[in-house]
């Protein structure tokens, strides 16, 4: 039984769509009638409803024209990511072998000390070797779907602290709320699932180039994650997050802050990640001081004594989650909690850099996302619920803890501790490293000019170069050099790098040298062979095949207006077209 809001100038057709969507059905996937021996029934139409004589307390029956489903509409129109469709296809049940001593049966039977076990069973999860605090999401959705009615009623709600709109009984808050509109109180629990189980980086190359930052200059950093979302078999139902990439949006950093500023590139690398096969997955920051210099050691800093994330940080990685949110096809949003994982980069317990993964809980992206949450100023472990205003409700937040005498006693969130929001997740690199990305160069990364390393054509030529592979795919695969190509002003290869893109993600060759052999790559060695100095054909990569450039073609000039490096025998500029000066 559900209370439908509605007015008596209100469409039945209008009312009919707020029933589908409270009760979460198709639009045609069931009817409404006003008797309950299935008379009177209320069509979809423009009649209002005062027209159709229904006024306000009337019980209205609605029966299901199929089979009911959760989630109704929302479960044939989301596309979930393809690690949740795989997952979902997956018995995900532990298979135990019998056991020699308890098993009395024979080899076709089984017992309780050899029956397979749930994914979600949270003996088994303890037991494991780290044992898990956390069952994985696709476990804890199997969890929601068992039992006797098969999941037939189950639904992920989505937090929401804001007022119900289209509550016409009052007027607006702050003159007016009810029980109808007003959001519930949240009382806070830690979370028993997580949406990632495991966060890997390909390799440690990956994670040293991002450090090298800091060791530089002192000065924090930070970096969006790229990868993509794998099976972790270590964990039933497990999801990995495998790193291939970092990259470094333009910031303001110092020794203690650090401040992201408008990005004009960001659409432009999720559209070469999404090409190349990867996604942005996570974010990560530096968190170091150094301790020692002679021995490069670093200050430990983070630990249970003073915080792991600051509430500042939660609020951030909030926000980031917001941004990044999980398809779901049980939520009648379409999406429910996020996948988007935090790495912090700080010292460890032996003064080395250790590499922490965090997520937060899908209680505080609500919080955040509807702008409830505070840090304080003076505690960082600490964040502040907000109170409720003329120009916002807040609603009350709780949380349990143990007082003096060991009982539990209720709190009001005001300060809040930020470890009621915190999901840790284990950060490791493979044994044997993997590599996405199999130059062995080092293409200078993005915006790091503070460094010295400018992302330019000149260091485009000195990069080639270097290179010594005869293998045209070997050089060319490095994602920042891929982000150069593609986003520089001088010649940007947006609409043309496609095929190459192709090379790179499905590591073939033939693809490669087909590109190489494009007016696209011919003009790019002419601009590196102009500003290196020399012909293309001794900067170390005339090796690598394609049409050849002559000596001659290479008297480009420069146009001062816009610095743009013109075709020669070209009397105006083919970027602002001025004439030649």
């Known amino acids: 039984m559900k209370k439908i809001p509605s007015t008596k100038r209100e469409t039945a057709a209008a009312f ?24 009177g029934e209320i069509l979809s139409q423009n009649k209002t409803l005062s027209l159709l004589k229904i006024k306000h307390g009337d019980m209205l029956y609605l029966f299901p024209s199929g089979a009911p489903s959760s989630s109704g509409e929302v479960m044939d129109t989301v596309q979930e990511d393809e690690i949740d469709q795989y997952l979902a296809k997956q018995d995900g049940k532990i298979y135990r072998n019998k056991d020699p001593q308890l098993c009395r049966h024979g080899a076709l039977g089984k017992c309780v000390h050899c029956v397979p076990l749930e994914p979600f069973d949270e003996d088994y999860l303890n037991h494991l070797d780290p044992p898990v605090k956390h069952m994985s999401f696709h476990a804890y959705i199997r969890k929601l779907t068992g039992g006797a009615d098969k999941g037939k009623f189950a639904a992920l709600e989505n937090i929401s602290c804001k007022i119900k709109s289209g509550c016409e009984g009052h007027p607006p808050w702050p003159e007016g709320i009810c029980t109808k509109c007003q959001p519930s109180a949240i009382t806070l629990n830690r979370q028993k699932y997580r949406h990632v189980d495991n966060i890997m980086f390909e390799n440690h190359t990956i994670a040293d180039r991002f450090l090298d930052f800091w060791r530089k200059t002192g000065s924090q950093r930070m970096g969006y994650l790229y990868g993509k979302f794998t099976e972790h078999k270590d964990i039933p139902l497990g999801i990995r997050a495998e790193v291939a990439a970092i990259y470094e949006p333009p910031q ?91 790495v912090v980069a700080t010292g460890g317990p032996d003064n080395q850099v250790h590499f922490e993964g965090y997520q937060v809980s899908n209680q505080c992206m609500a919080l955040v996302r509807d702008e409830c949450l505070l840090p304080c ?15 916002q409700y807040v609603p009350d937040v709780f949380y349990k803890d143990k007082d003096k005498f060991g009982n539990d006693v209720t709190f009001l969130a005001r300060p809040l501790p930020v470890e009621y929001l915190i999901i840790d997740i284990t950060t490791t690199f493979p044994k044997d490293p993997q590599y996405t990305f199999c130059s062995t160069q080092r293409f200078p990364i993005e915006n790091r000019d503070i460094l010295g390393e400018i992302q330019n054509f ?4 000195t990069y080639l170069s270097q290179c010594t ?71 170390g990569y005339g090796a690598m095949g394609g049409p050849s450039v002559p000596a001659s073609s290479s008297a480009m000039w420069s146009c001062l207006h816009c610095t743009f490096m013109n075709q020669p025998g070209t009397e105006h500029c083919e970027m602002c077209s001025l004439p030649r000066s």
């Open 377 to 391: 100023k003076d505690a960082p472990e600490l964040g502040f619920a907000k109170e409720s205003s003329p120009e």
């Open 469 to 539: 592979s005869t293998a045209f795919l070997d050089i060319v695969s490095d994602f920042h050099l891929l982000l150069f190509l593609v986003t520089n002003e001088v010649m940007p290869l947006r609409d043309s790098i496609g095929l190459l893109l192709d090379a790179v993600r499905t590591s073939n060759e033939d693809l490669a040298q087909t590109w190489k052999k494009s007016e696209q790559w011919a003009t790019i060695e002419q601009l590196c062979s102009t500003v290196g100095g020399q012909p293309s054909s001794s900067l």
């Open 458 to 461: 000149h260091s485009l030529a």
């Open 16 to 39: 009919l769509k707020k029933v589908a969507k409270e009760f979460g059905f198709n639009s045609n996937g069931f009817s409404v009638y006003l008797n309950r021996n299935k008379t």
């Open 252 to 342: 303001n950093a110092t020794q203690n802050s650090l401040e992201l500023v408008d990005d004009p590139k960001a659409a432009a690398v999720d559209e070469i990640a999404a090409k190349l096969g990867l996604c942005k997955v996570g974010w990560i920051f530096t968190d170091l001081l150094s301790e020692d210099t002679r021995i490069g050691t670093v200050r430990y800093s983070r630990n249970k004594d003073s915080y792991y994330l600051s509430a500042e940080e939660c609020i951030t990685a909030g926000y980031f989650q917001n941004h990044h949110s999980n398809p779901c096809r049980l939520s009648r949003d379409g999406h429910f909690g996020s996948k988007f994982v935090t």
